[in-house]
C-alpha cells in the first residue's frame, strides 16, 4: 500500500526549468521527512534535498543550491522539487523517500519511489 510516485521528469534544455512531484500514500506523510535524489548511470546516488516533517527545514546539496527549491503540499500529501537553471550534469534520475527524519543519507530511508528521468541536453 506504500507508494512514492514521481511524475515531472523529461527533457528540458540547459538553462531551462522542471518542476518534479512526489505523490505519497500509504503512511503517514506529516511523520516522514521527504527527500530527493538522483543517480546516472556509472555515478553513485546523490542526495539532492529533503524536507523535514517536525519543522519544514530544508537541506541542500550543494551542486544544487541556489537552483532548486523543495516544497510540500501536506494537503495533496505531495512534495516538489522545482528545478531551475538546468546543467547538462543534472541528468539523472530522480527518485523521492521518505524517512522518518530528515537526511542527506539515503540508507536512512524507508520508502523509494520508482523515480522520473531528467535529462537536460540541447
Known amino acids: 500500500e506504500v507508494e512514492l510516485v514521481e511524475t515531472g521528469g523529461g527533457l528540458v534544455q540547459p538553462g531551462g526549468s522542471l518542476r518534479l512531484s512526489c505523490a505519497a500514500s500509504?503512511?503517514?506523510?506529516?511523520?516522514?521527512?521527504i527527500g530527493w535524489f538522483r543517480q546516472a548511470p556509472g555515478k553513485e546516488r546523490e542526495g539532492v534535498s529533503c524536507?523535514?516533517?517536525?519543522?519544514?527545514?530544508?537541506t541542500y546539496a550543494d551542486s544544487v543550491k541556489g537552483r532548486f527549491t523543495i516544497s510540500s503540499d501536506n494537503a495533496k500529501n505531495t512534495v516538489y522539487l522545482q528545478m531551475n537553471s538546468l546543467r547538462p550534469e543534472d541528468t539523472a534520475v530522480y527518485y523521492c523517500?521518505?524517512?522518518?527524519?530528515?537526511?542527506?543519507?539515503?540508507?536512512?530511508?524507508?520508502?523509494w519511489g520508482q523515480g522520473t528521468q531528467v535529462t537536460v541536453s540541447s
Open positions: 523517500a521518505a524517512a522518518l527524519a530528515a537526511t542527506m543519507n539515503g540508507d536512512e530511508y524507508n520508502y
Open positions: 524536507i523535514s516533517s517536525s519543522d519544514g527545514s530544508t
Open positions: 500509504g503512511f503517514t506523510f506529516s511523520d516522514y521527512a
